[in-house]
Structure formats: C-alpha cells, structure tokens
C-alpha cells in the first residue's frame, strides 16, 4: 500500500530533550515536506526537501532540523524542544513541489507535546 | 497581501442535506486548487484537484466548483453522512508551491 508512514503518533516529552520524528514513504517521491499545525494557524510548513541531499526552510523553520540521506526517509529533528513547539506534526510526500494531480500524501500525524 | 480564506466557523447541517463549503483565495493566480480531508489529530487526505480551465469537478458525491474571476471555489458534498464529519481544507498551487487555507469543519447530525 502506497504511505507516508510517520512514527511515534503520539509524544510528551520534557523541555530540552533531543528527539525525533520518523517520516517514511515507499512512492518514490521526491518532494517530502513537514508540516505543523496549531489551532487558528493552519498548516504551516517547518523545512521541505526536493531531492536527497537537497533541503529548504519553509515558514517556521526556528528550533528543528532536517536531514534527507535517503529518498524515502525524511526525519523531523528537535534538538532542544520548548513548550512552543508543542503542536499536531505532519510529514507530506509527492512527486513535486505543486503537489499536481494525486496531491501530498499526509502521514497520520504526530501529536507532540513539550512540557 | 496574499490570502486564502476558508469560513473559520463550524458548518453543522442535517444528514442527507448537500454541505457547500467556501475557498476564496486574492492576490494568487493558481494553476489548480486541491481539496482535502482532515480529521481530528491526523494529517490531510488529498479528495479532489481542479484545474484552472475546469469549471466542475466531481468524484462520487463530491464536486468541486472553480471560478476564476471570482478567486473562488465551492465544495459540495451531496446527501451528506455524518462519516462525512471532518475539517475540509483547500489548498492552491502558487508558482511552486501548495499553500493551504486554514479549513472549514463540517459536523454533519443524524
């Protein structure tokens, strides 16, 4: 089955603790993105990659971090979180930037919460 | 300024009525328009696309409507299910890039 499989789904975790958020597709996808959303705000993109090795800022890059050694995997790294960065995650793939005709594939999202 | 704008208040209405929600976009000229489905604590689930030169979309009992001149396009969901229950996003290609509006939540009663 064609995913976007994202891991944990639900985290709580202390200020200033190292973590990761796992982001895996088996589409061959070259375009992977993350997301995080908070009420009112909508989704706002943290960081985007259009290829292996090749990565950008997006809106609200501040406080994450980002690697693409893979195609297929594109993790979400928090070096230092901070109760701001409490938030729903979500990690989206797609063939390009535009999305085109099948749009992103979402995973199921990664609630965090910083206390 | 650019903008998408999606009606921040809940539509509740009946099952088996027709649910109509609202994206209006200014200061874009997007290539197409996307919608998708989101619910509670999950990310997005793509639904439809229209293009720019497409006035209608439909998939099921789903349409999609896209007026140009307007900057606006309508979701319908046709005798709606309260399965149909979720928070509906639009989203547009800019240059790009996708940009998404903030969503319209649809609670639909039995």
């Known amino acids: 089955e064609a995913q976007v499989t994202q891991n944990p789904r639900y985290l709580i975790t202390v200020t200033g603790k190292k973590l990761t958020v796992t982001c895996s597709q088996n589409?061959?996808?070259?375009?992977m993105s993350w997301y995080r959303q908070d009420p009112g705000l909508g989704l706002r993109q943290i960081y985007y990659?259009?290829?292996?090795?090749?990565?950008d800022k997006g809106d609200v890059p501040e406080g994450y971090k980002v690697s693409r050694k893979e195609k297929r995997n594109f993790p979400l790294i928090l070096e230092s979180p901070s109760p701001n960065q409490t938030s729903l995650y979500s990690c989206?793939?797609?063939?390009?930037?535009?999305?085109?005709?099948?749009?992103?594939?979402f995973g199921s999202g990664t609630r965090l919460t910083v206390v | 300024s650019q903008k998408i704008e999606q009606n921040s208040e809940a539509l509740n209405i009946q099952e088996g009525k027709t649910a109509t929600l609202t994206c209006n976009y200014t200061?874009?000229?997007?290539?197409?328009l996307q919608w998708y489905r989101q619910d509670p604590g999950r990310g997005p689930v793509f639904l439809l696309l229209?293009?720019?030169?497409?006035k209608e979309k439909r998939k099921e009992r789903l349409k999609v409507t896209f007026d140009t001149t307007l900057k606006q396009s309508l979701f319908h969901i046709t005798a709606s299910q309260p399965a149909d229950s979720a928070t509906y996003l639009c989203?547009?290609?800019?240059?790009?890039?996708?940009?998404f509006g903030t969503g319209t939540r649809l609670q639909v009663f039995p």
């Open positions: 989203a547009l290609r800019n240059t790009d890039k996708l940009i």
């Open positions: 989206a793939s797609s063939f390009s930037r535009g999305g085109n005709n099948y749009g992103y594939t």
């Open positions: 229209i293009r720019e030169n497409e």
């Open positions: 589409m061959n996808h070259e375009y």
């Open positions: 200061n874009y000229s997007p290539a197409y």
């Open positions: 990659s259009m290829n292996v090795e090749v990565t």
